[in-house]
Nanobody, 122 residues
Framework: QVQLTESGGGSVQVGGSLRLSCVYSYNAGCMAWVRQAPEKEREGVAR???????RYADSLKGRFTISQDNVKKILYLQMNDLKPEDTAVYYC???????????????????WGQGAQVTVSS
């Protein structure tokens, strides 16, 4: 079973930056960051496929960057110019399905971390 452990969450003011890290136990075909704000559905933030390809939610392009160190087995999410609407619990998730990495709904991903709280205040 793949284990995922997030870290790096916290509180930051508007315009600030945070970097989330997710230590994983196994290199999966597809990994992603997903967030869930209070009383909202989970939202896919960014996806990383093992060939290095990435996809982002349209609303987040240019502010968030997903990357991976597959030697250390860490997935990162660099978040810049944070806004109050970025406040959410951020989850690291993975799927073994490389070919459908960018098309499968994130709810179908098999393994999930415990989540990291990110709070952006004005």
């Amino acid at each position: 079973q793949v284990q995922l452990t997030e870290s790096g969450g916290g509180s930051v003011q508007v315009g600030g930056s945070l970097r989330l890290s997710c230590v994983y136990s196994y290199n999966a075909g597809c990994m992603a960051w997903v967030r869930q704000a209070p009383e909202k559905e989970r939202e896919g933030v960014a996806r990383f496929r093992t060939d290095g390809s990435t996809r982002y939610a349209d609303s987040l392009k240019g502010r968030f960057t997903i990357s991976q160190d597959n030697v250390k087995k860490i997935l990162y999410l660099q978040m810049n110019d944070l806004k109050p609407e970025d406040t959410a619990v951020y989850y690291c998730t993975s799927s073994p399905l490389w070919s459908t990495c960018f098309s499968d709904p994130v709810a179908s991903f098999e393994y999930w971390g415990q989540g990291a709280q990110v709070t952006v205040s004005s």
